[in-house]
């Protein structure tokens, strides 16, 4: 016996696109709940699963934008049964369910406390709020609001360094494209780095360092095979490391896992040898090159 193929319903598919948006919505508003402020987030490349806030923000807002047109056609399509419930509800007159009058309520108790900021209401945006200052750190503030919106010019010019050294240290750290109009935010995604990390540069900083002079910039430039300077070659942090090998930064920490190395991308190599208990930064070079 032949079984027919269910032919396409649209009113199917909108109550499953409507269902995932929730799930969408709910998993994004958890994580803009926890994420910390724009200012750090921006600054130190902030990520879960890949996605910065901005883009966390940005499936906010298009998914709830889905779920409202979706649940306009899903009030569509159901608008015969919908109004006939209402008239049915209509006709019982003083039978009319409590669950309406109380959910209202609810509501409007909601959105009272939460305008007057009282407890239990303000207590859950405090407790946001903390969670959400936790992750700022001095060290990852940006020195100027928003410094990743301005040009390199621009932030040479606040910070007081000259641009022609700013570009020479950038440069010899691999940087590529640091023209004068560039945007530090955009600047640090081409090259794979964070502002935070441009404006160590710029300063001439090593990373995780506070105050390192023009050596750090001038540290970073060892070649792929850990030449150069010796002294700068340990200051390269694991990203620069595997920007300068072309190996994915995934695959170095996978490697380095896989040797008991345990590391972070924004560690020095010298770093992450002395905590592991290993004698040369080239160590962590070669288990980079998977050797």
Same mark, same amino acid.
């Given at each position: 016996?032949?079984?027919?193929?269910?032919?396409?319903?649209?009113? @199917?598919?909108?109550?499953?696109?409507?269902?995932?948006?929730?799930?969408?919505?709910?998993?994004?508003?958890?994580?803009?709940?926890?994420?910390? %402020?724009?200012?750090? *987030? =921006?600054?130190?490349?902030?990520?879960?699963?890949?996605?910065?806030? !901005?883009?966390? *923000? =940005?499936?906010?807002?298009?998914?709830?934008?889905?779920?409202?047109?979706?649940?306009?056609? !899903?009030?569509?399509? =159901?608008?015969? %049964?919908?109004?006939?419930?209402?008239?049915?509800?209509?006709?019982?007159?003083?039978?009319?369910?409590?669950?309406w009058?109380?959910?209202?309520?609810?509501c409007?108790?909601v959105?009272?406390?939460?305008?007057?900021?009282?407890?239990?209401?303000?207590t859950?945006?405090?407790?946001?709020?903390?969670?959400?200052?936790?992750?700022?750190?001095?060290?990852?503030?940006?020195?100027? *609001?928003?410094?990743?919106?301005?040009?390199?010019?621009?932030?040479?010019?606040?910070?007081?360094?000259?641009?022609? *050294?700013?570009?020479?240290?950038?440069?010899?750290?691999?940087?590529?494209?640091?023209?004068?109009?560039?945007?530090? $935010?955009?600047?640090?995604?081409?090259?794979?780095?964070?502002?935070?990390?441009? !404006?160590?540069?710029?300063?001439?900083? %090593?990373?995780? @360092?506070?105050?390192?002079?023009? !050596?750090? @910039?001038?540290?970073?430039?060892?070649?792929?095979?850990?030449g150069?300077n010796?002294? $700068?070659f340990?200051?390269?942090?694991?990203?620069?490391?595997?920007?300068?090998?072309?190996?994915?930064?995934?695959?170095?920490?996978e490697?380095?896992?896989?040797?008991?190395?345990?590391?972070?991308?924004?560690?020095t190599?010298?770093?992450?040898? =002395?905590?592991?208990?290993?004698?040369? %930064?080239?160590?962590?070079?070669?288990?980079?090159?998977?050797?």
């Open positions: 016996m032949n079984n027919p193929q269910r032919p396409f319903r649209l009113r @199917a598919c909108i109550s499953v696109v409507v269902a995932l948006c929730f799930v969408v919505l709910v998993t994004s508003g958890a994580i803009l709940f926890l994420a910390p %402020p724009g200012r750090v *987030a =921006n600054w130190t490349d902030w990520r879960i699963a890949s996605f910065t806030k !901005h883009d966390w *923000a =940005n499936l906010h807002v298009v998914f709830a934008a889905l779920f409202l047109i979706g649940g306009l056609l !899903h009030v569509w399509f =159901n608008w015969r %049964p919908l109004v006939s419930y209402f008239k049915s509800r209509a006709a019982v007159g003083r039978r009319l369910r409590w669950e009058p109380v959910a209202l309520l609810v409007i108790i959105f009272a406390g939460v305008r007057t900021e009282v407890p239990p209401f303000s859950l945006l405090q407790w946001s709020e903390g969670l959400r200052r936790s992750w700022e750190q001095p060290a990852q503030r940006a020195p100027i *609001a928003h410094a990743e919106e301005l040009t390199l010019a621009e932030l040479c010019d606040r910070a007081g360094v000259p641009l022609a *050294a700013a570009k020479e240290r950038l440069a010899a750290a691999g940087v590529q494209d640091a023209d004068d109009g560039v945007v530090i $935010g955009q600047l640090a995604e081409r090259n794979g780095l964070t502002p935070a990390r441009v !404006h160590e540069l710029v300063q001439g900083t %090593p990373a995780g @360092a506070a105050g390192g002079g023009e !050596h750090g @910039a001038e540290g970073s430039r060892g070649g792929a095979g850990g150069g010796r002294g $700068g340990g200051r390269k942090t694991l990203r620069d490391a595997c920007t300068d090998e072309g190996v994915g930064l995934d695959e170095a920490l490697r380095l896992r896989a040797k008991g190395i345990d590391a972070k991308a924004e560690d190599l010298r770093d992450v040898a =002395n905590r592991n208990g290993l004698d040369r %930064p080239g160590a962590i070079l070669e288990a980079i090159r998977g050797k």
